[in-house]
């Protein structure tokens, strides 16, 4: 999962409805290639598109999941680029399917919605835990890897998500990762009390990206909205 065989038919569906051409990254995938690695890999594609002659403003970043938290650490990545060198390196907008709101989760529905989601909440405890793969597998779990997980390039809601794009959020009321999602969309509104253009709709009792459900009416209806807000930037 990650790559452009596992998401070919939820990306057609995105281009068709947004009516906009789509640029999709093989990042390298952990645990064979653990975090920064993918980080990496989606700002030389971003640094490919403006090369190619594409303004970082034509450009709408979007993901699900672990691809969702790559969108808001890229945003942040070029957010200190763009600081650092006074380069226009913000994109368009941010869409975030059920993204993965960061490495250091707690909300309650990680194990209440366990008996409807397809996720399962592996305790981080266990070396086998997606979060242990995903940054330094291997490492072990003491205060130093907690203290660690707790930057913002990890853990987002945890550092500043000032001067944001515009952002939609997309996520059902039945994955295990709904109250940590819902903290993430608060600390976007809060970190951008100026702007009215972030955005977040929950679907009654979807799970995890439901948007792979393609003939399930909620998937039409989430992309009718995303294709809306395409169309507003």
């Known amino acids: 999962m990650g790559g452009p065989s596992s998401h070919r038919e939820v990306l057609g569906k995105m281009t068709e409805s947004s009516k906009l051409r789509s640029f999709i990254i093989d990042y390298r995938l952990a645990p064979k290639h653990p975090f920064p690695a993918q980080l990496h890999d989606a700002f030389i594609a971003f640094q490919y598109l403006v090369n190619q002659g594409f303004k970082p403003h034509n450009i709408v ?12 650490d890229l945003v942040l990545l070029l957010r200190h680029i763009a600081k650092t060198t006074l380069r226009q390196m913000t994109p368009a907008g941010v869409i975030l399917l059920s993204p993965l709101p960061g490495m250091h989760m707690h909300g309650a529905s990680l ?21 242990r793969l995903f940054y330094k597998p291997g490492q072990k779990y003491d205060d130093e890897y907690r203290k660690e997980i707790c930057d913002p390039l990890l853990t987002p809601v945890l550092g500043d998500l ?63 909205s995303l294709a809306n807000f395409v169309a507003s930037l």
């Open 162 to 224: 000032s001067e944001f794009p515009p952002t939609i959020i997309q996520s059902g009321s039945s994955e295990i990762l709904i109250d940590d999602i819902r903290e993430l969309y608060v600390k976007l509104k809060l970190d951008n009390p100026e702007h009215g253009w972030i955005q977040w709709e929950e679907y009654p009792e979807m799970v995890h990206v439901f948007h792979r459900f393609l003939n399930r009416p909620e998937s039409e209806a989430a992309f009718e």
């Open 111 to 131: 194990h209440k919605n366990a008996v409807y989601d397809y996720l399962w909440p592996t305790p981080i405890e266990w070396p086998t835990s997606p979060i």
């Open 61 to 72: 970043l979007a993901g699900d999941s672990a691809g969702g938290h790559l969108c808001v």
